[in-house]
């Protein structure tokens, strides 16, 4: 089994939460005239969950308390992930910069992914979502790109990092929207 590595993702251009060590995204031309998808970023550890493994961002990480919670919801529902699939989230129980009251689930998944590397595309990845009774990050926008709209977003940054933005239709690892920042 192969085991993925979640990639940095990168902030748009306007992006108020940007330093000097994250990534931009200067080419947006991938998102124009696509339909997208735009949910809150939640503050966290960026957690993959496969039907034999879960891991944070590092593949290798060891082990820490404020894993517990995740490594115990991952054992009620690996057995509903299909071989070689994995379900990406944010894992929320250790408080990062942002203190957050009253969480849904101490998880908020954000992405599914098959055995082929395919990001599955959004429709089909909240229904799944939906079967195993998993909680995904506010949606805050859903429709064809609109630049305008989205650097109008309003973010309160005492309770949010921000908001990311993917492709609603399914995409490959290797052609990511943001892999041309």
Same mark, same amino acid.
């Given at each position: ?13 306007? &992006? ?16 124009? @005239? ?13 957690? %993959? ?8 961002? %590092? ?18 529902? $690996? ?9 990406? @989230? ?12 009253d969480l849904p689930s101490?998880?908020? $998944? ?5 055995? +082929? +590397? ?14 195993? &009774?998993?909680? %995904? ?10 630049e305008s709209l989205l650097?109008?977003? %309003?973010? +309160?940054?005492?309770? &949010?990092?921000?908001? =990311? =933005?993917?492709? $609603? ?13």
């Amino acid at each position: 089994m192969n085991y993925v590595k979640y990639p940095r993702t990168p902030h748009l251009p306007w &992006s108020l939460g940007c330093t000097s060590d994250d990534i931009v995204c200067i080419d947006l031309n991938h998102f124009k @005239g696509k339909q997208v998808v735009v949910t809150e970023k939640m503050d966290g550890e960026n957690t %993959s969950l496969y039907r034999d493994y879960i891991h944070a961002r %590092s593949i290798d990480g060891h082990h820490h308390p404020s894993r517990d919670w995740v490594k115990r919801f991952h054992g009620s529902i $690996a057995h509903e992930i299909p071989q070689g699939w994995r379900i990406c @989230g944010e894992n929320l129980y250790a408080q990062h910069s942002i203190r957050y009251e009253d969480l849904p689930s101490y998880f908020m $998944a954000f992405s599914l992914w098959d055995e +082929n +590397n395919q990001c599955l595309d959004w429709q089909t990845t909240v229904e799944y979502f939906g079967m195993l &009774s998993m909680i %995904s990050p506010t949606l805050l926008y859903k429709g064809l790109w609109d630049e305008s709209l989205l650097r109008d977003l %309003s973010i +309160n940054t005492a309770v &949010s990092e921000g908001f =990311v =933005v993917r492709l $609603a239709e399914s995409f490959h690892y290797s052609i990511r929207p943001w892999s041309n920042y």
